[in-house]
C-alpha cells in the first residue's frame, strides 16, 4: 500500500503530465485520498462562480456560431488526448475516489467513447419537416444551442459524469461551467487542463469551459444564475430536492441524475453463474458507491438458501485492499462517514428482524482509509432502511413466491434508476421490462455498467434526467418550430378566416 507521500508524489506528477501548473496559488480546496484518509495538499484557486459563468455567457455568443461540426472536432481532439493520458487520469481517479485500477481506466475509456459519440452527433443535430396543412408553405423544427450548460458532478464517478456532458453540451454549441464534487479535484483539474489544451491547439474562442472547485455554496451560486440556462446535476437525492426547485423558481431548465436503490430478481429458471457473477460485480464494485450498485436482491423462495450460500462465499472471497494492485476487486470507502452510515443501515436492519450473513466488518489493509467487507443481508420485508440508498456495499435478500409480487417489490420504492433480472424464460423477461418502473432495465445483466451509447438515467426519486447516448443531446438544445411561408398569400391554420 503507497504512503500518503508516496500518494502525493504520484498526483502531483500526474498532474504536471496533464498539464496542470501545480506551483499556482491556492485556494481554500486540500485534495485527500480515502486510501490513507489523510490530506494530499491545498489545490490550485479557481476563478469565481460569478466569474466563471461572465466568461461561459461571453464565449458563448461566439461558440454557438461555430459550425457543429467544426465544434465536432474539439470534441475529437479531447477525446485524442484522453486516449493519450488515460493512465494518468486514471491514476487519480484511485487516489481522489479509491476505485481499482480496471475500474478507473474503465471510467477514462467511457470519456472516450462519449467523445467518439459526440463527434458523430455534431454531424447529426437533426430536426424534422413535417407537411403542413397550408399550401404554399413549409413547417420545420430546428434545434439551437442552448446557452450556458452548468455541471455538477458527485465523487464516485469524477471524470466520465463530466465528459457526458461536457462533450455532448460543446457538440450542441454550449459552453460550460462545471463544480465538481468537493472529493475530487485533481481529478477536475486534470480534465479541464486537457480540454484546455485541445481548445488552445485548436483556437476555439476563449472560456467555452469554466472549472469552479467548491462545495455546496459554490453549487448553489452556479443554480440560481439566470445565465445558466441548463444545470445538469448528479449526486443524491437530497441534493436534488434543493437544486430542482430552485432551477424551476427561475424557469431555467434542469437534468437530475440522483440516487438509486437498484433491484435485481432471480427467477427459477436463471442461469445460475451467470447471475452469480454479475450480482457479485453490481453489489460490491466500486464498493457499493456507485448510483447504479445493486441494493435489493429478489430471490424466488425455491431458490432463496441456494442464491445466499453463492453469494455469500463470493463475497468472502472478494480481495480487498490496495486498489493500485493487480487483483484486488474492492477498494475503500470514500470516507469514514460512509463507513458509519453502513454500520448504522447493517444495524438497523438487525433491529428490524434482518440477518447479516457475512460482511459488513472493518478490514484493516495496513493503512488508514476506510475499508469495511461487502455485506449480505437477509431480510424478512422490504422495508425502513431497505428502502433507502445506503452508499456503501450492502446487499439485501428478499424472497418471492410468484412473479406479480417480485415487481411490485422491485417497483415499491421512491428511487427508480436501474434493474436487472435473470431468467432463460422469455414471458417473464418480457414482462419485467414492460412494468419495471426504472430508467434503465436489464435481462441477464447486472444493474451496474451502462454503456454510453444508451441514454442513461432514471425515474422517481432518480430525477428523471437522460444523459449520455441516444437522444439524450436534446436537453442541451433548443428547438424552434418555423412555418415559412412561399405561397405568396395569406392562409390561417384550421381554416380561420380573418381577411381585412
Ligand atoms: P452529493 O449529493 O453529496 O453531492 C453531489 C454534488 O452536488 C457535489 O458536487 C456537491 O458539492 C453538490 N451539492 C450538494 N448539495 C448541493 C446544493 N444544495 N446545491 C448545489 N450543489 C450541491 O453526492 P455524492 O456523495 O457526491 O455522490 C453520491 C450520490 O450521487 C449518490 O446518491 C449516487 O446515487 C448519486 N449519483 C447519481 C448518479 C446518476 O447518474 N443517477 C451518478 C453518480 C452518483
Not at 463530466?162 to 460550460?176: I, P, R
Not at 462545495?215 to 448528479?234: E, K, Q
Amino acid at each position: 500500500m503507497k504512503t500518503n507521500a508516496e500518494l502525493i508524489d504520484l498526483a502531483r506528477s500526474a498532474l504536471r503530465d496533464l498539464g496542470v501548473d501545480t506551483d499556482a496559488p491556492t485556494g481554500h480546496l486540500i485534495a485527500r485520498s480515502p486510501l490513507t484518509g489523510e490530506d494530499l495538499f491545498p489545490v490550485p484557486a479557481t476563478p469565481s462562480m460569478r466569474d466563471a459563468i461572465t466568461k461561459a455567457d461571453a464565449a458563448f455568443d461566439e461558440w454557438r456560431n461555430v459550425p457543429a461540426p467544426v465544434r465536432g472536432a474539439l470534441v475529437k481532439r479531447l477525446g485524442e488526448l484522453l486516449g493519450e493520458h488515460k493512465q494518468t487520469l486514471a491514476t487519480l481517479v484511485t487516489i481522489e475516489v479509491g476505485k481499482i485500477t480496471s475500474e478507473a481506466l474503465g471510467e477514462v475509456q467511457e470519456m472516450i467513447d462519449i467523445c467518439d459519440f459526440a463527434v458523430g452527433l455534431s454531424r447529426q443535430l437533426y430536426g424534422k419537416t413535417m407537411p403542413s396543412e397550408r399550401p404554399g408553405h413549409r413547417l420545420q423544427e430546428v434545434w439551437h444551442p442552448l446557452g450556458v450548460v452548468g455541471v455538477i458532478s458527485a465523487f464516485n464517478f469524477p471524470v466520465a459524469v463530466w465528459s457526458w456532458n461536457t462533450a455532448v453540451a460543446l457538440a450542441c454549441g454550449d459552453t460550460v461551467v462545471w463544480k465538481p464534487s468537493e472529493l475530487t479535484p485533481l481529478c477536475a483539474l486534470g480534465c479541464a487542463a486537457l480540454l484546455e489544451r485541445a481548445a488552445r491547439e485548436l483556437g476555439a474562442p476563449e472560456g467555452i469551459h469554466q472549472l469552479v472547485l467548491g462545495g455546496r455554496d459554490a453549487g448553489a451560486a452556479l443554480v440560481d444564475d439566470p445565465r445558466v440556462a441548463l444545470v445538469s446535476a448528479t449526486g443524491s437525492t437530497r441534493m436534488g430536492r434543493e437544486v430542482g426547485p430552485r432551477v424551476a423558481a427561475r424557469f431555467g431548465r434542469s437534468l437530475l441524475e440522483l440516487g438509486g436503490n437498484n433491484a435485481t430478481i432471480v427467477t427459477p429458471s436463471a442461469d445460475m453463474s451467470v447471475a452469480i457473477n454479475s450480482i457479485v460485480f453490481a453489489a460490491a464494485g466500486t464498493a457499493g458507491q456507485r448510483c447504479t450498485s445493486n441494493r435489493r436482491l429478489i430471490v424466488h423462495r425455491y431458490l432463496a438458501d441456494d442464491v445466499v450460500s453463492k453469494l455469500a462465499a463470493a463475497f468472502d472471497r472478494l480481495p480487498i485492499g490496495d486498489p493500485f494492485e493487480q487483483g484486488t476487486l474492492v477498494g475503500p470507502l470514500v470516507s469514514e462517514a460512509s463507513y458509519e452510515a453502513m454500520q448504522a443501515a447493517l444495524k438497523a436492519a438487525s433491529e428490524a428482524g434482518g440477518e447479516v450473513i457475512c460482511g459488513g466488518e472493518r478490514v484493516d489493509v495496513g493503512a488508514g482509509g476506510h475499508w469495511a467487507r461487502p455485506a449480505l443481508v437477509r431480510v424478512p420485508e422490504q422495508s425502513g432502511v431497505v428502502l433507502e440508498e445506503t452508499f456503501a456495499p450492502i446487499l439485501y435478500v428478499l424472497s418471492y413466491d410468484d412473479l406479480d409480487e417480485a415487481i411490485a417489490m422491485h417497483n415499491g420504492v421512491v428511487q427508480g434508476l436501474s434493474a436487472g433480472i435473470f431468467t432463460n424464460d422469455h414471458a417473464e423477461a418480457e414482462r419485467f421490462l414492460a412494468e419495471a418502473d426504472t430508467g434503465i432495465a436489464n435481462v441477464n445483466v447486472g444493474t451496474s455498467g451502462a454503456e454510453i451509447g444508451g441514454a442513461f438515467g432514471g425515474e422517481k426519486a432518480t430525477g428523471g434526467g437522460r444523459e449520455s447516448g441516444s437522444d439524450a443531446w436534446r436537453s442541451y438544445m433548443r428547438r424552434a418550430t418555423n412555418t415559412i411561408n412561399y405561397s405568396g398569400s395569406v392562409a390561417l391554420a384550421q381554416g380561420v378566416d380573418f381577411s381585412v
